[in-house]
């Protein structure tokens, strides 16, 4: 094949995988979370089991924010003042705990995946 041929294939494919990525973005539901120096806005996050979600963290408080849980091998960083995402895959039933690391006593909650 010429390669001016292979080199459009190609762009096509990007374009085909880009807009693919595009769409399956906006289906993942979005659970959100406000962290505010030692303050969470939830303690319980309800997911269903089997499917991708995103967790959107965002840290309103004036000192830095992890939002972790470690059975779901999450562990977002969140400056004060931004919001960060993550899409994970799905997981199978069960809690999974999460709090922030930097503000442990004040933040422990749990996904409920079922
Ligand atoms: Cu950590």
Redesign the pocket.
């Known amino acids: 094949m010429p390669s001016g041929v292979t080199a459009r294939w190609a762009g096509l494919g990007l374009a085909a995988l880009l807009w693919g990525g595009a769409a399956w973005a906006d289906d993942v539901p979005t659970f959100k979370v406000v962290v505010n120096d030692g303050v969470i806005s939830t303690q319980r996050i309800e997911v269903p089991a089997g499917q991708r979600f995103r967790v959107e963290v965002t840290n309103q408080g004036k000192t830095p924010a992890?939002f972790?849980s470690l059975p779901l091998g999450l562990?977002l960083v969140v400056a004060p003042g931004l919001t960060r995402t993550r899409v994970l895959p799905g997981k199978s039933a069960g809690s999974y705990p999460f709090y922030d690391?930097f503000h442990m006593k004040t933040t422990q909650g749990v996904f409920i995946i079922k």
């Open positions: 992890e972790e562990e690391e």
